[in-house]
């Protein structure tokens, strides 16, 4: 679990082919390669909001393996070496939840569409499935490239959000340019509501038939 809250940019160093997959080495930036907590094997961590598993250090990197699906289904499988990657290590337990809860596991991919400024805000709006947009409404949250967000405008195929200068600054949010992929993780709550209402009116008929058959009895 994670918060969406980024801890740092990491620099794409190494990409090596492993069949269908793909083993990605990462520079993480200094303030999270911890002395006194370092990150161990196994250890899950978001990049670019997508969970993965750190399988190695080797070579001062942290080494992770993004197989066919995860390379398919989000901008993970577009990376280059050189390229920027934001980082989140899982929440401790006893942390404080300053985003919200992400669970890392990327929904699908959104396009930048319109990148405007109001002073040094940035109002950016994505195209993205109307099947995403189903699960997101204004003010809630969304995760972009494991970025937490709250949404400001929500349409059937666009959705928007502001983004401050310091997100800008830290995050890859800042370096994004129209038409470029994103990574989107909707607010799990969205997900359940949507489920629920499906559920009921796929059985509202039977429960209907149902009331029908008590009521005439």
């Known amino acids: 679990m994670f918060t969406g809250l980024v801890e740092g940019r ?5 990409l090596r082919p492993a069949g269908a997959s793909l083993d990605l080495g990462i520079e993480a930036p200094e303030d999270l ?3 006194n907590d370092p990150a161990k094997l196994g250890d899950s961590i978001a990049t670019n909001g997508c969970c993965l598993t750190l399988v190695g250090t080797d070579d001062g990197l942290w080494w992770f393996q993004a197989g066919h699906e995860t390379l398919a289904k989000t901008n993970l499988g577009r990376l280059e070496v050189g390229s920027p990657v934001n980082l989140e290590r899982s929440l401790p337990v006893n942390a404080r939840l300053g985003g919200h809860f992400v ?16 002073g ?33 405008t929500v349409e059937p195929e666009l959705f928007s959000v502001m983004l401050i200068p310091h ?18 993780e909707t607010d799990i709550l969205g997900k359940y509501v949507e489920k629920l209402v499906g559920d009921l009116q796929s059985h509202a008929p039977a429960l209907q038939r149902g009331n029908g058959t008590i009521h005439g009895g």
């Open 167 to 184: 997100t800008l600054s830290v995050t890859t949010l800042g370096i994004r340019q129209v038409g470029d992929p994103v990574n989107i």
């Open 120 to 152: 040094e805000w940035i109002d950016m709006v994505f195209r993205v499935a109307p099947a995403l947009t189903r699960q997101m409404v204004q003010k809630g949250s969304i995760a972009i490239d494991g970025v937490s967000l709250t949404l400001v």
């Open 10 to 14: 990491g620099v794409v160093r190494a």
């Open 103 to 118: 669970q890392g596991h990327v929904d699908g991919l959104a396009t930048v569409e319109r990148i405007g400024r109001t």
């Open 33 to 35: 390669r911890r002395p």
